[in-house]
């Protein structure tokens, strides 16, 4: 039996789907998601009309891009994290040319160091609460991520982690947090390589 087909290969604009399906061709150099996590993500914040978007692991821009043509919906804004300058450098430039219209901060550092910082602008009213994050990382650091994000998270906003299953001994003091915690519903979902979502009520 052939193989059924799971998603759109063509979902934006000629120029965005030329320069998807170069970032597809490499995209385990990269570790980008798969097309299918990617779409489930961008539907995911159209849903949910999230209009502030952290995500922490930028690399090339391929989850970027589908976060951004989310963002052009619901006229939003992403913030992402990355600490290796050359591959944010990448991003800048797809970002410029697949959503030249919609607002980003790329940020270059360390996750956790840049968390605190934004953390501490949250805390002194110069910038929002986040209402949507996207968790694709340092996979040992998830719970650390975690712990900052708890502080910076509206009510109702949702928390999406990939390589929940892939990684499962590195993420799964971040899995058992959150299952453990009354204010969160969780479930992982067998998507890619497995994404907990997270929905703080
Ligand atoms: C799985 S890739 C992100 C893929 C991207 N979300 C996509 O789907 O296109 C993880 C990225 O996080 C970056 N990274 C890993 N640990 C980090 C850390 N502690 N702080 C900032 N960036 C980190 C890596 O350099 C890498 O580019």
Not at 30 to 55: G, H, M, P, Y
Not at 114 to 132: P, Q, S, T, Y
């Amino acid at each position: 039996m052939s193989e059924i087909k799971k998603i759109n290969d063509f979902c934006f604009d000629e120029t965005t789907e030329n320069i998807l399906h170069e970032l597809e061709k490499t995209r385990t150099d990269f570790w980008n998601l798969d097309r299918q996590s990617a779409n489930f993500l961008n539907t995911l914040i159209k849903i949910n009309n999230s209009k502030n978007v952290l995500e922490i692991g930028t690399s090339n821009g391929y989850s970027g891009i589908w976060i951004l043509k989310a963002l052009k919906e619901t006229n939003g804004k992403l913030t992402t994290i990355e600490f290796w300058e050359k591959r944010q450098s990448v991003a800048r430039k797809n970002f410029q040319i697949c959503c030249p219209e919609t607002k980003v901060e790329p940020k270059i550092g360390s996750a956790i160091v840049v968390l605190e910082d934004i953390l501490d602008e949250i805390n002194a009213g110069k910038r929002e609460k986040f209402d949507f994050v996207f968790i694709d990382a340092n996979k040992k650091e998830y719970i650390s991520y975690f712990n900052l994000i708890d502080k910076m998270i509206t009510k109702n906003g949702i928390i999406l982690a990939d390589n929940i299953l892939s990684h499962y001994e590195k993420v799964q003091d971040y899995v058992e947090n959150l299952f453990s915690r009354e204010d969160y519903q969780s479930q992982i979902l067998e998507l890619g390589t497995g994404m907990m979502l997270s929905r703080r009520n």
